[in-house]
């Protein structure tokens, strides 16, 4: 038999059924083949364990052609590590397009 384990309990859970914030928020409508580039992008951020400590890396991807066309790594997950993948993307987008 498994006891249950007593702990602070979440009072925002969702009712029963219903679904999870992130999927309400789908704003491109799960369409991960855009017919043009440069017009859809999509991100992740990813941990690593190194000889320094643990290392993160967020990346964002143009949904189009597929490519990392942003990236930061740091040894932290605050919010800037992903602002300097999205300034990285901006940056190379306007690179391209001069």
Request: charged share 25%; hydrophobic share 45%.
């Amino acid at each position: 038999m498994l006891a249950q384990a007593s702990g602070p309990t979440d009072e925002r859970a969702e009712p029963a059924g219903s679904a999870p914030p992130a999927l309400e928020a789908d704003l491109i409508g799960r369409h991960f083949q855009p017919a043009e580039l440069d017009v859809c992008r999509a991100g992740d951020i990813t941990s690593g364990w190194t000889g320094e400590g643990w290392r993160y890396l967020a990346s964002v991807i143009d949904l189009g052609s597929r490519r990392v066309v942003g990236w930061a790594m740091a040894d932290h997950l605050r919010a800037e590590l992903v602002w300097d993948a999205l300034r990285m993307a901006i940056n190379q987008r306007r690179r391209s397009a001069a």
